[in-house]
């Protein structure tokens, strides 16, 4: 029997999910960036700094970040590890990748970048002192053994950093429900001409384990002290684990 996962409200075979989640972001990458600026109302650029100093990464760190896109998160990462450490951008989209590889070259920054799977990462063992994930790992097939390559390629005491949507404060559910599927859509039609795909990341937003499950998983996968906080009412929550 066929394993199936979820592609948003879809149950669909374990092997096509690579396959449609590729299409997604095949479709929305030349206009990613400006979406999330609409869609977040720029709130997402106050979340990724917020990660950032919650990682207590120093100059001279070694930083991999996990499905990085258009490159905002690995920036940021290299402001504060300075010349003297190093970040890797990672994604296993290629249009995504290069979208963000090519708007760090313009920025006159040059970053190692690797197209992967993030459960098989290319890295050896404790090569890096954080790991950072953000708005990637809901579409993963196997989250859990993402999250055991993510531990395997941290040094001992490295972190991990998990930025993803969660389950809001409920009396604002309502609400969030009518702007993720009747607004979002409509507006991912009309700026990155796609609806499909907006309405894909609404609903794979409401598949991803809530902040208690996914807390479990990180310990599961090996991490250490994970706690997590939320932002903008629950909307969004940053989890952090400490490799033992």
């Not at 490295?158 to 559910?173: D, H, I, N, Q, Y």
């Not at 009747?182 to 384990?209: F, M, T």
Request: one cysteine or more; proline letters at 3%.
């Amino acid at each position: 029997m066929k394993r199936t996962t979820d592609f948003g409200f879809e149950e669909i075979p374990e092997e096509e999910k690579a396959r449609r989640v590729a299409g997604v972001f095949d479709s929305v990458a030349r206009r990613y960036d400006l979406m999330n600026d609409l869609m977040s109302m720029g709130l997402h650029r106050i979340w990724k700094r917020i990660t950032i100093e919650h990682s207590r990464v120093r100059p001279g760190d070694s930083v991999l970040d996990v499905a990085g896109g258009t490159g905002d998160v690995a920036r940021l990462f290299a402001r504060r590890v300075g010349e003297t450490g190093s970040v890797v951008l990672t994604d296993i989209n290629r249009s995504m990748l290069t979208a963000g590889r090519d708007r760090l070259i313009d920025e006159g920054l040059v970053l190692p970048t690797a197209q992967c799977d993030a459960e098989r990462l290319p890295f050896a063992d404790e090569t890096f002192h954080c790991v950072s994930v953000a708005f990637g790992l809901r579409n993963m097939t196997h989250k859990d053994s993402a999250l055991r390559e993510m531990c395997r390629v941290l040094k001992a005491g490295g972190r991990l950093l998990v930025l993803e949507f969660s389950r809001m404060w409920k009396p604002l559910a309502p609400l969030y429900d009518a702007y993720s599927f009747q607004v979002l859509p409509r507006l991912g039609r009309i700026i990155a001409g796609d609806a499909d795909s907006y309405r894909y990341l609404a609903e794979s937003i409401r598949r991803h384990p809530d902040q208690e499950t996914l807390k479990q998983m990180m310990e599961q996968a090996g991490f250490d002290r994970v706690d997590y906080f939320n932002m903008s009412g629950g909307i969004i929550a940053l989890h952090r684990g400490v490799k033992f």
